[in-house]
C-alpha cells in the first residue's frame, strides 16, 4: 500500500475529522481526569493505577471510560480499515466513511455483548465481582495500548511515503501490546485463576478465543 492508494480509497477531510475528534475526546479527558489519564500512560511500569481505581463504584460505567472507549473505538475502526484497504478493498467500495462507521458500530456493539456475556458468566458462576475486576483490567490495558499506537496510527494516514511500512509496525506495536496485556491480566489475577481455573478456562474459551476464531472465519 502506498499513500496515493490510500488516498484513492480515502477522503482525508473526514479523516482529519475523525483525528480531530479524537484529540479533542482526550483533551477534555486531560482537563477532567489529568491525573488518571497520567497514570494510565504509565499502567505498565506502575501498579498505582488499579490500586487506586478498582475501588470507584461505578467500577465500568463512568464518564472516564466512556470517553476514553469512543476514542479507543475509534482508533481500533482505523486499524482495521487500513487493513481492510490493503487486503480487502473490494469490501469498502467508493463509500469509505459509510464503510468506518459500519465498523465502528461493529466494534461498539462487539464489546457491549463481550461485556453482557462476560457478566452473565460472572453471575453464572458466583464471581461477578471477580469478573467485573477483570473487566476493568483488561479494557484499561487495552485503553493504554490504543493511546501508544495513535501516534503511530498518524502517520500511517498523513506520510507520503512508506506509509505501510509504519501501518505494519502499527500492527506489529499492537499485537505485542496485547500479548504484554494478557499477561499482566493474568499475572494480577493469578490467585482468582488459580481456585477457579475451570471457570477462568470457560470464561477464556467464550470471551477470547471465540471471538478471535469468528473474526478470523469472517477476514477469511
Same mark, same amino acid.
Request: glycine content about 2%.
Given at each position: 500500500?502506498?499513500?496515493?492508494?490510500?488516498?484513492?480509497?480515502?477522503?482525508?477531510?473526514?479523516?482529519?475529522?475523525?483525528?480531530?475528534?479524537?484529540?479533542?475526546?482526550?483533551?477534555?479527558?486531560?482537563?477532567? #481526569?489529568?491525573?488518571?489519564?497520567?497514570?494510565?500512560?504509565?499502567?505498565?511500569?506502575?501498579?498505582?493505577?488499579?490500586?487506586? #481505581?478498582?475501588?470507584?463504584?461505578?467500577?465500568?460505567?463512568?464518564?472516564?471510560?466512556?470517553?476514553?472507549?469512543?476514542?479507543?473505538?475509534?482508533?481500533?475502526?482505523?486499524?482495521?480499515?487500513?487493513?481492510?484497504?490493503?487486503?480487502?478493498?473490494?469490501?469498502?467500495?467508493?463509500?469509505?466513511?459509510?464503510?468506518?462507521?459500519?465498523?465502528?458500530?461493529?466494534?461498539?456493539?462487539?464489546?457491549?455483548?463481550?461485556?453482557?456475556?462476560?457478566?452473565?458468566?460472572?453471575?453464572?458462576?458466583?464471581? %461477578?465481582?471477580?469478573?467485573?475486576?477483570?473487566?476493568?483490567?483488561?479494557?484499561? #490495558?487495552?485503553?493504554?495500548?490504543?493511546?501508544?499506537?495513535?501516534?503511530?496510527?498518524?502517520?500511517?494516514?498523513?506520510? %507520503?511515503?512508506?506509509?505501510?511500512?509504519?501501518?505494519?509496525?502499527?500492527?506489529?506495536?499492537?499485537?505485542?501490546?496485547?500479548?504484554?496485556?494478557?499477561?499482566?491480566?493474568?499475572?494480577?489475577?493469578?490467585?482468582?485463576?488459580? %481456585? %477457579?481455573?475451570?471457570?477462568?478456562?470457560?470464561?477464556?474459551?467464550?470471551?477470547?478465543?471465540?471471538?478471535?476464531?469468528?473474526?478470523?472465519?469472517?477476514?477469511?
Amino acid at each position: 500500500m502506498n499513500f496515493l492508494k490510500l488516498n484513492l480509497l480515502l477522503n482525508n477531510d473526514w479523516i482529519t475529522i475523525v483525528f480531530l475528534v479524537v484529540f479533542l475526546l482526550l483533551v477534555a479527558v486531560k482537563l477532567i #481526569y489529568k491525573e488518571r489519564l497520567f497514570e494510565l500512560l504509565i499502567l505498565l511500569f506502575s501498579k498505582k493505577y488499579f490500586l487506586k #481505581y478498582s475501588k470507584e463504584t461505578p467500577l465500568i460505567f463512568n464518564g472516564f471510560n466512556a470517553l476514553l472507549f469512543i476514542v479507543l473505538n475509534i482508533i481500533l475502526s482505523l486499524i482495521i480499515l487500513v487493513f481492510t484497504i490493503e487486503y480487502k478493498p473490494e469490501l469498502i467500495g467508493s463509500h469509505s466513511f459509510n464503510f468506518f462507521i459500519k465498523i465502528n458500530m461493529g466494534v461498539a456493539l462487539f464489546f457491549f455483548f463481550r461485556f453482557l456475556l462476560g457478566y452473565a458468566l460472572g453471575v453464572l458462576f458466583e464471581a %461477578k465481582q471477580q469478573q467485573l475486576l477483570l473487566s476493568f483490567a483488561k479494557i484499561n #490495558y487495552l485503553f493504554n495500548s490504543a493511546l501508544i499506537v495513535l501516534p503511530f496510527l498518524l502517520f500511517t494516514f498523513f506520510i %507520503k511515503k512508506h506509509n505501510f511500512l509504519v501501518f505494519q509496525f502499527t500492527l506489529l506495536l499492537f499485537s505485542t501490546l496485547l500479548i504484554i496485556r494478557y499477561i499482566f491480566v493474568f499475572r494480577t489475577n493469578k490467585s482468582l485463576i488459580q %481456585k %477457579k481455573w475451570f471457570n477462568f478456562f470457560l470464561y477464556l474459551c467464550a470471551l477470547e478465543i471465540a471471538p478471535l476464531l469468528l473474526i478470523l472465519k469472517i477476514v477469511n
